[in-house]
């Protein structure tokens, strides 16, 4: 009985520490879009995105948490319906946390329809499915146990129970979203709002084959807002959020970057390439204040941030998380309007 309630303890645990969720959280959340919402394939300035996160954390607790993700998405028929297009993307996710080595992959295919709402293509509507494949696994070989201590000592070689425990489980998985997006035709205010769902069919999943757990259903909402001080400005500000809950637990993560254009790409021709830098500072809600650097060049985005910590994990971490490092590169970001299947108008 120890065991299954030590392994319980380690699995609510390892949740509590992700944020109060089973997803890991990246502070860089606006460099994860497939993740937060499948109605952003294709929602981007360029014809194909491709992003890779990685996060490690917590090193002065013993075993550090480590989460690694990659995605790419592209755009679809751009030249055939106008200003609508269709996207499609794919997104892979892995984290690996605590002695347990409880860990989360998952890999998911999203598919979008992207609707201009006006003739000037400064509205559009999104909405995007995403189906894919999810495993939790645990290894429980570094793990002691409470019966396996007898008088002359520790010894492993004890059984530690009779109920056999699935060190991997996986299941099928399902999500959901929309997307409302505005771009004025000078560039110098763009705007979206979004609202997706995962887990809809709330897979089960369970280490000791109970068939009553179930993965809850995930929501996230999230937006932002880029603008620039006057078309002959150099200087722009982007405030951006996603809030984000999951049966009990909630998390809101927000904050704003503040940017200087070096260079400005050319709307026309794709001459000039985009260059600028950004600074932003970002609060994951009671629990980590991270600043972000940002640095921009032509289609290649580097970004760089580190959490601090100031919830009650502070008393063990004293303060100090991690760093996380994304990078990201756009396939003909404001290459200019003569540059088949771009859209400006987005971020």
Do not use: C
Not at 180 to 186: E, V, W
Not at 205 to 224: A, C, H, P, T, W
Not at 310 to 333: A, C, D, H, P, W
């Amino acid at each position: 009985m120890k065991r299954f309630i030590l392994l319980g303890t380690m699995i609510f645990g390892s949740s509590l520490v992700f944020a109060q969720s089973t997803e890991p959280v990246m502070t860089q959340f606006y460099n994860t879009p497939l993740q937060i919402n499948p109605a952003n394939a294709g929602l981007f300035a360029g014809e194909a995105r491709i992003i890779t996160n990685f996060k490690r954390q917590w090193e002065s607790i013993g075993q550090p948490f480590q989460t690694i993700a990659a995605s790419g998405d592209f755009q679809v028929a751009r030249d055939v319906t106008g200003g609508d297009f269709f996207g499609v993307g794919i997104a892979i996710n892995q984290d690996k946390s605590g002695l347990s080595e409880l860990a989360n992959l998952s890999a998911n295919l999203s598919a979008s329809f992207t609707k201009a709402l006006d003739s000037r293509l400064t509205h559009f509507a999104s909405v995007g499915l995403q189906g894919g494949y999810g495993q939790r696994s645990i290894s429980t070989a570094g793990l002691n146990w409470g019966n396996q201590w007898t008088n002359t000592g520790f010894n492993p070689a004890i059984p530690v129970g009779d109920q056999a425990i699935d060190e991997s489980v996986g299941f099928f998985d399902v999500g959901a979203g929309v997307n409302y997006f505005y771009s004025d035709r000078s560039d110098n205010l763009k705007m979206y709002l979004g609202v997706a769902g995962f887990h809809l069919a709330k897979p089960k999943y369970s280490f000791m084959g109970n068939e009553d757990i179930q993965l809850e259903r995930k929501f996230n909402v999230n937006g932002g807002v880029y603008s620039r001080f006057g078309r002959s400005t150099n200087f722009s500000v982007f405030p951006n959020f996603v809030y984000s809950w999951q049966g009990k637990a909630n998390v809101l993560i927000y904050g704003m970057d503040f940017e200087y254009r070096i260079s400005g790409g050319s709307r026309s021709t794709g001459t000039h390439k985009y260059t600028s830098v950004a600074v932003g500072l970002y609060n994951r809600w009671k629990e980590v204040i991270s600043p972000v650097v940002k640095l921009h060049k032509a289609g290649f985005s580097l970004y760089i941030s580190y959490d601090f910590e100031i919830g009650n994990i502070t008393r063990i971490t004293n303060g100090q998380s991690g760093m996380e490092v994304s990078l990201k590169y756009r396939v003909g970001f404001r290459s200019g309007k003569g540059s088949k299947n771009i859209n400006n108008a987005f971020i």
